[in-house]
């Protein structure tokens, strides 16, 4: 690859170019739960409204008339019956409040205790102030199903500022306890399905975590039991398989019968089962417009061509392109894109001219790769 231009001037900044290199064959280190996920493996999340109290005059004002029904509630549920809201006008010291709780991922038993997360509505700081107990149901909340309307936890306690800078959100530790098992099924009709991550998706991914599965977990005495059976009724028989690949992000797992008894021994090794061979990379170029930054996976090429530089000159890659006398064009073999990156690089370029050029090649045809654009 030649460089000639105008200015042979030294790098004044470093240009900022990522390159990863691809690993093609065995990888032992990539189990199926580093890349997927147990269909109904997910969070819950469950919410309710309620009303801190004890605020050294930092909460709503009278004003506030969702505050004010709100305290007005709680004074007649107690016996203390307030005939005006004017009576509180003056109640500067309690914030009305939305209360938040997670649910793990792999679900929680009755009792259990969560952290909660308390946001103010209008109120200046909650510093200093208490939740009073807050029933809480599901954040999907849905007045014509009566599953969705049911109190599943309580909430309450003094309140932790982990942000000194924003004042109007707490966490109380431990602030919020269960009422309810949350149980989830991974085992729906003798079989559970994983799910892969975005960054894996795809046909490929989901063939060989299939095949790794049916490598480690096939029953070697199920199949011969099926073997004996086609023998004796005189038929074929395929060896059946654990897994299979049902799209680019599903594959789904037969849990065999003598597993269902202690189906999360099975889950286990499913999951830790190591992907043996990784699918070729797609060649992508990923630009960030922001930072300027430039990366690429894959085996990314580009054809012989001449780059014009504007203020910098011409550059030749993988050698100048000649016309045959056919007409067709003719040149040396075409160039690594980390080549191009390496060159570009010992010249004077501005970010928007490093992505201006990818962009030029990539239009042209002789990039040979997806360009792809983060933020």
């Known amino acids: ?39 109904g493996q997910r969070t819950n999340r469950l919410m309710g409204y309620g009303l ?18 709100a305290l007005m509630a709680i004074h007649r549920k107690f016996h203390q019956p307030v005939l005006s ?30 952290d909660v997360a308390v946001s103010a509505f209008s109120a200046k700081s909650l510093k200093g102030g208490r939740l009073l107990t807050t029933p809480l149901q599901f954040a999907a909340f849905d007045e014509n199903d009566p599953a969705t309307q049911q109190i599943l936890a309580f909430a309450g306690g003094w309140l932790d500022i982990p942000d000194p800078s924003v004042l109007t ?6 602030g919020c306890t269960l009422e309810a098992d949350f149980f989830y099924h991974f ?4 079989h559970l399905t994983l799910v892969l991550d975005d960054e894996h998706a795809g046909f490929q991914w989901a063939q060989l975590v299939a095949r790794a599965i049916n490598h480690e977990l096939s029953n070697p005495a199920e ?46 090794r499913v999951l830790q089962t190591h992907v043996f061979m990784t699918p070729t990379q797609p060649a992508r170029v990923c630009i960030n417009r922001i930072t300027g930054h430039v990366s690429f996976t894959g085996a990314v090429t580009i054809s012989p061509t001449i780059l014009q ?53 990539q239009r ?7 360009l792809v654009y983060t933020e």
């Not at 801190?52 to 029904?69: F, I, Q």
């Not at 085992?187 to 003798?190: C, E, H, R, T, W």
């Not at 530089?309 to 894109?337: I, K, N, R, W």
């Not at 042209?364 to 997806?370: E, N, R, W, Y």
């Open 223 to 268: 199949i011969r039991a099926r073997l004996r059976e086609a023998a004796d009724l005189g038929r074929a028989v395929v060896a059946p398989e654990v897994a299979e690949a049902i799209g680019p992000k599903n594959v789904r797992v037969r849990v065999p019968p003598y597993e269902l008894p202690t189906s999360a021994a099975f889950v286990s």
């Open 1 to 39: 690859m030649r460089a000639t231009a105008r200015s042979r001037r030294r790098i004044a900044w470093p240009l900022a170019v990522l390159a990863w290199a691809t690993t093609v064959g065995a990888t032992a280190g990539v189990r199926v739960q580093d890349i997927a996920r147990l269909q």
């Open 364 to 370: 042209t045809g002789t990039l040979h790769a997806q």
């Open 309 to 361: 530089l504007p203020g910098l000159g011409t550059l030749a890659v993988g050698g100048e392109p000649a016309e045959s006398p056919g007409g067709s064009t003719q040149g040396d073999a075409g160039v690594a894109f980390q080549e191009l990156l390496t060159t570009l690089s010992k010249l004077q370029l501005q970010p928007e001219q490093m992505v201006s050029a990818i962009e030029h090649l």
């Open 169 to 174: 959100r707490g966490i109380i530790r431990g």
């Open 85 to 114: 809201s004017d009576e509180l006008k003056n109640a500067n010291n309690v914030a009305l409040v939305v209360v938040e709780a997670t649910i793990p991922e792999f679900g929680a038993r009755e009792g259990q205790t969560l």
């Open 52 to 69: 801190v109290v004890g605020l050294d005059g930092t909460g709503d004002s009278g004003k506030n008339e969702h505050t004010m029904r």
């Open 187 to 190: 085992v729906l009709d003798g």
